[in-house]
């Protein structure tokens, strides 16, 4: 099993530009999450989905929008990209729909200039 | 807003001591409390973690404590090892849990194990 599978691992972006970030998982979960992890900070929910078809926003969802694309699937779009979304974003899964992460994917570094 | 206060920032011993990190939440609905080790450049990973009813949980060398009534909580990790050299997160869900209840975050531990 590969877990929670995510892509890119790295990516650099200009200010404005957009992107999606994918994130996949094998283990027949329900829910999922997008976390993003700043130096000297936790991590901090973006949003998340509790099952297929339902998303909602979590603590800092300003700037972002998801699709849960089916219940492997949940991506992370950034429509128009700002410095202050330089940060290594974490997809999560877990079998219930509890807010409790079980499983992360191993990240993906984004930088935007 | 809710919030999750996390101490010590950073956490050194030397291997074979025992590393104790505490955290306490605002929330009085929140009834799970879950911990996740990091090391440098990899995912968290659920550790250990323990619900209100509970007041106490152990696997192997780590253990969480539970003090409801003083809304704090803590790991314990006797007998450490260089292995155990992590950033550790503490988390709190926040409005019961349930569907609409999501986790705050600690801003996290950096313990290191002297050899």
């Known amino acids: 099993n590969a877990g929670v599978t995510q892509t890119p691992k790295f990516q650099v972006l200009k200010t404005g530009q957009s992107m999606t970030l994918q994130c996949a998982q094998d283990m027949n979960h329900n829910s999922m999450y997008w976390y993003r992890q700043d130096p000297g900070m936790g991590l901090r929910l973006i949003y998340y989905s509790a099952s297929e078809g339902t998303t909602d926003k979590g603590e800092v969802p300003n700037g972002y929008n998801v699709s849960r694309l089916n219940k492997r699937e949940f991506s992370l779009r950034l429509e128009s990209a700002a410095p202050s979304q330089t940060s290594v974003y974490f997809c999560a899964s877990s079998e219930s729909g509890g807010g409790q992460p079980q499983h992360f994917g191993d990240g993906t570094r984004l930088s935007i200039l | 807003g809710e919030n999750v206060e996390q101490h010590p920032s950073t956490l050194s011993v030397q291997e074979g001591d025992s590393a104790v990190i505490k955290c306490t939440y605002s929330d009085s609905a929140s009834n799970y409390f879950p911990w996740y080790k990091q090391e440098l450049g990899k995912r968290p990973q659920l550790i250990i973690d323990?619900?209100?009813?509970?007041g106490e949980k152990k696997d192997q060398r780590i253990a969480v404590t539970l003090n409801k009534t003083a809304k704090h909580f803590s790991l314990h990790i006797t007998e450490t090892q260089p292995e155990d050299s992590a950033v550790y997160f503490c988390?709190?869900?926040?409005?019961?849990?349930?569907?609409?209840?999501?986790?705050?975050f600690g801003k996290g531990t950096k313990l290191s194990v002297k050899p």
């Open positions: 323990i619900r209100s009813n509970v």
């Open positions: 988390a709190a869900s926040i409005r019961g849990g349930g569907s609409q209840g999501n986790l705050i």
